[in-house]
């Protein structure tokens, strides 16, 4: 098995890739749950559905979350009643969140839900929650953010949580600090610490290290297992020419001080990852990156494409399986 | 301010035919909440939709309830994943419910809710939730109820929710005992004891004695109230020669015990219930409500058409103002 730990649209398009280059029975994704939200009293799991959606080539191709084909009946209505709708939940979308939600009040873990939900979708792939326990990633703001057109204003210093951030503010106000609330008493999911222990070697996806990666490796016991199979882990930075391909990982780093390149990057990776992955952008850092003590991968890491996608899988697989 | 206590399809249709006859402003109707469950995770509240939807012009005419022009792209979702789509939830509807769930864990009641909901629909009519306080009417299986497509076998002597009875088992088994749990516990909204002590006269809607009408009665201090009116009270039969227009009303009154006839809602309407309108259909058993101590109303009653309502409207108003 190899074991992936995933946030949203990057890994899933990572996962996308690895399926055409390894039987998808050997896969398996640990996925972030800080995300998760309840909304309109529904328990939704964003990076969750974006890996499932993705890998069942159900996605809608035009955002890179929820699902194509969708409609927004519940939507339009939620607006006539002047009811939150900035969370955007498709009808299609809503079938999963109210399956999940069921689910939950039945007694079912996450895990369980999970797995119903892709097998639904014919995935072979397994699909692991990081943890059943609820983690709820906060941002504090740095700076005052005016009322916006759907938004009241916030004063600096005002806690708020990750699609408050993300979503309903665009991820446009400067952050002053990240908290993973509920991580020290949340447990890894059944499966994860035995997935990143027994698997042939882990990957660590371009996903946002702050607040996709970091809210995995922050439940007790994933960092400390992760970091014992150093030399069996690869990173991919999601961070390319000093830019985040999608989302704010890039203006995240530099906030809350941190360096926006794949240096930067290397420096929140190195203690347990031996391997990092750049983009041949960035070749000429190479010699900073094994300066950090990591080997350094360069190789196209940009995915427009489920070819490039795939070019990439089979790069991590070469620099792991010792063909490179 | 005319009050009527309803339940969910004939009181929409008769509040629909009063609308036409009386200032819509002059009208408070006080719903039955027996009905409501939690699905998925949402509030809903069957009565008060049908009657909001139904003022609206938007109920679905081809079922009578949920919404008109409505798709169903969710529960097709939740039908892939094998979850619970019993209860049809529309993608319209859904917003509905996702409004009220979401402005009930904010903070806000059942009353103040569905008056933004009516407010969104231009709704000029009062409608009332019965209770803020969670009812639920249950249902007691006097048989067995075989194993169905969708539905495990139940016992008889199990207890279930009006709404498992009524959608799920198409109200197909007979019935021993009907509970509203938590009623004795529950208060009446704001402003409903004031609406049944002021208004001009009260109107008994042909709603389900047992599971529509009960459940509003049997709040404390709302049967009182409306017994004080007794002379200012008129109630219209559900049951049209000997059977119920829909639903199971004449089934459920047999299976209890009593008389599945005018005679029958008279004898439980007229310890609160000076007037009682009876259908054209059931004139001769006019003298043996009269011996009950009851006005009797004999007119045309069963509402196929707005118009018809309508005159069932001015029926009923000609009798409450001695036009009669």
């Known amino acids: 098995m190899i074991t992936t730990i995933a ?9 996308a890739g690895l399926v055409q280059v390894v039987p998808p029975r050997e896969l398996e994704a640990i996925v972030n749950v800080g995300d998760d939200l309840v909304l309109h009293g529904l328990s939704i799991s964003p990076d969750l559905d974006t890996v499932t959606y993705t890998l069942a080539g159900a996605i809608n191709p035009e955002t890179g979350w929820g699902l194509v084909d969708e409609s927004w009946q519940a939507r339009s209505m939620l607006d006539m009643y002047g009811g939150v709708s900035w969370f955007g939940l498709g009808d299609r979308d809503l079938g999963t969140h109210l399956y999940r939600t069921q689910r939950l009040a039945e007694g079912a873990d996450l895990v369980t839900i999970t797995r119903e939900i892709a097998s639904a979708w014919n995935l072979e792939l397994s699909i692991l929650p990081a943890s059943c326990d609820p983690l709820r990633t906060m941002v504090t703001l740095a700076e005052d953010d005016p009322e916006g057109t759907d938004t009241p204003p916030l004063p ?4 708020i949580s990750f699609q408050e951030y993300f979503v309903q503010r665009h991820h446009g106000v400067p952050v002053s600090s990240v908290r993973i609330a509920g991580v020290a008493d949340a447990r890894p999911s059944p499966g994860v610490i035995e997935s990143i222990c027994d698997s042939e070697f882990i ?12 809210p995995v490796l922050a439940i007790p016991g994933v960092r400390e297992a992760v970091s014992a199979r150093r030399s069996q882990v690869i990173a991919i930075s999601p961070i390319v020419a000093g830019a985040a391909l999608k989302g704010p990982a890039d203006r995240m780093l530099t906030e809350l001080g941190h360096e926006a390149s794949v240096v930067g990057v290397a420096r929140l990776y190195r203690e347990f990852s031996g391997t990092f992955v750049i983009d041949v952008a960035d070749a000429a850092h190479a010699p900073e990156i094994e300066a950090l003590g990591m080997r350094c991968v360069v190789t196209p890491t ?23």
């Open 7 to 15: 946030g949203g649209v990057g890994a899933a398009r990572l996962l």
């Open 156 to 159: 600096a210093g005002t806690e």
């Open 203 to 214: 990957i660590v996806a371009p996903s946002n290290p702050i607040v996709s990666i970091e």
């Open 302 to 324: 940009v995915m427009k494409t489920p070819a490039l996608a795939a070019e990439l899988g089979q790069s991590i697989l070469d620099a792991m399986r010792g063909n490179s």
